[in-house]
């Protein structure tokens, strides 16, 4: 089975700017999960969706969203980028179960 | 709300040796807990998760933990490390009910295995 595959892999951005962010769960899979990494804050949950609905939010800014579409496809989209936005952009996929399956990442840097 | 403590930043360890990486969480409601390991560049792979049950959890790549319900600890043991062992380990909590599959992370634990 493939594993949960994230891209693009490395995105170079300018403030202001905004970004898409895409990742497709392993197959059968229909809770996909948002997580940013820096190494100030480490992982912090953005937001999960399931049948594509918005099942629980993280403390982030409106800038911040997300959508799943019906084959379980997700994306994040960031408008207003700031540098502070610079991350690893990780996304799960869990089967309802209790095991997320973890992407390898989206590595964003905002100049 | 739960809350995860990693007191531990960073532990060396020379090969062969036990190594303990501790883990605490705080929360108002039962728990499910986990441990993730983040190899450079990559992203995270589960070890292995408490849910129910035996409190002596087993992993892979010979980790286990256990799970101390008064001691509100998780610590992640392996009692001989290898030097592919390098790498940062996570411990995470998610509560049993409500909040879907939403992950709280402690700071994480770079175990770094020296020769």
Redesign the interface.
């Known amino acids: 089975k493939a594993g949960v595959t994230q891209t693009p892999r490395y995105l170079i951005k300018t403030r202001g700017q905004q970004v898409t962010l895409s990742c497709s769960p392993i197959s059968g899979h229909r809770s996909v999960s948002w997580y940013q990494q820096t190494p100030g804050q480490g992982l912090q949950f953005l937001f999960e969706y399931f049948s594509e609905t918005q099942r629980n939010k993280g403390n982030f800014p409106g800038r911040f969203s997300g959508r799943q579409f019906s084959n379980s496809r997700s994306e994040m989209n960031v408008s207003t980028l700031e540098l502070g936005d610079s991350a690893l952009y990780l996304c799960a996929s869990s089967l309802e179960a209790l095991e997320q399956f973890f992407g390898p990442g989206t590595r964003l840097t905002v100049l | 709300a739960q809350s995860v403590t990693q007191l531990d930043s960073q532990v060396p360890v020379f090969e062969e040796a036990p190594v303990e990486l501790r883990c605490n969480y705080s929360s108002s409601v039962s728990v499910?807990l986990f441990w993730?390991v983040q190899y450079p560049?990559?992203?995270?792979?589960?070890l292995l998760?408490y849910?129910s049950g035996s409190t002596l959890v087993k992993g892979i790549n010979g980790f286990e933990a256990e799970f101390n319900k008064s001691q509100t600890s998780f610590h992640l043991r392996k009692p001989s490390v290898h030097i592919s062992d390098t790498a940062e380990y996570?411990c995470?909590v998610?509560g049993v009910t409500g909040?879907?599959?939403?992950?709280?992370?402690?700071?994480?634990t770079q175990l770094k295995v020296e020769l």
């Open positions: 499910y993730y560049n990559q992203g995270l792979q589960l998760k849910l996570f995470a998610r909040g879907g599959n939403k992950l709280t992370f402690g700071t994480g």
